[in-house]
């Protein structure tokens, strides 16, 4: 017979607040997402706690952004971009690697005064989930 191993609920909660927290960011509710990430923090373990700091920064970056407080943006983004950096990509069942690199785009064009306030409505960055692994 074949023994499947419980599901680890402490993982699903997170994986959970992670999904809604997606909802939230990729409606360009940056301020919401970076809410549900934050009252999901007590489900977080010692190792995944910097990695969910720097989402929560790089949500609060982009509702910055969206308020045309622009040095505020660059700072918050720049400040998850790196919390985020030492992360593999399907860390905590998201695309690290989409995020990271958009997000490292509009820090970017921040700095060199390319930043296009209207591409957070056209072209939103997205907090991707992964499909969820059946045999963690």
């Known amino acids: 017979s074949v023994v499947m191993s419980a599901p680890d609920p402490a993982a699903a909660a997170r994986r959970s607040v992670l999904l809604a927290a997606a909802r939230e960011f990729n409606a360009g509710r940056y301020f919401e997402a970076h809410e549900v990430v934050e009252e999901g ?5 010692d190792g995944l706690w910097t990695l969910h700091l720097g989402l929560i920064q790089v949500a609060v970056g982009y509702h910055k952004a969206s308020q045309g407080l622009l040095a505020g943006a660059a700072k918050m983004l720049a400040l998850g971009l790196a919390k985020l950096a030492d992360y ?6 998201v695309d690290l690697d989409g995020l990271r690199a958009r997000v ?8 060199d005064g390319n930043w296009q306030p209207a591409r957070l409505q056209r072209d939103r960055p997205r907090l991707r989930p ?7």
């Open 41 to 45: 923090l007590e489900s977080v373990p």
């Open 88 to 93: 593999d990509s399907a860390t905590a069942g």
């Open 104 to 111: 490292a785009a509009d820090l970017a064009a921040l700095g």
């Open 130 to 136: 992964l499909p969820s692994r059946a045999s963690k």
